[in-house]
């Protein structure tokens, strides 16, 4: 489902948000996640990637990551192409099949996690801090690579 700026503001205080973001730079890749409520970030959390990966490994990461650990929550993800991915039954790509198996754990337990594409670089705050983050991420994280 696409999200608009108002959509989004409409959802603010259902669940807690969680923005996803990938990005590569310079030859190096990173991630962030952070958890959004009531506008405001309340946690956030940056990981980098070994430098032959890609984004859209770091976005599927980032989901993965965090799909582990949730109950009830909306992701928002400005890609497009993970989400198709997750949705895909047919596709065979590694995370895609965890963060699928992950999902229906979490039906089985009374989990309940919706999934949101959101425009890139149109203003929402927190898309643009994820984005922000994942950047930071990928020039300076000094961390061991969470993914090879």
Known sequence: MVVTQEEE?????????LYTDGSKLEDKVGGAVIVWREGKEILKSTFMLESYCSVYQAELVDM??????????????DSRSALECLTD??????????????LRELEN???DV????????????????????TKKAAL????AAAYD
């Open 114 to 133: 919706e999934f949101y594409w959101v425009k890139a670089h149109i203003g929402i705050p927190g898309n643009e801090r994820a984005d922000e983050l």
């Open 9 to 17: 503001n409409a959802i603010d205080g259902l669940k807690p948000r």
């Open 64 to 77: 993965m990551c965090k799909i582990i650990k949730l109950k009830k929550e909306i992701i928002l993800s």
């Open 140 to 143: 300076s994280n000094k961390q």
């Open 89 to 102: 039954s047919s596709s065979l790509h590694l995370f895609a099949v965890e963060i699928r198996e992950c």
């Open 109 to 111: 337990k009374d989990g």
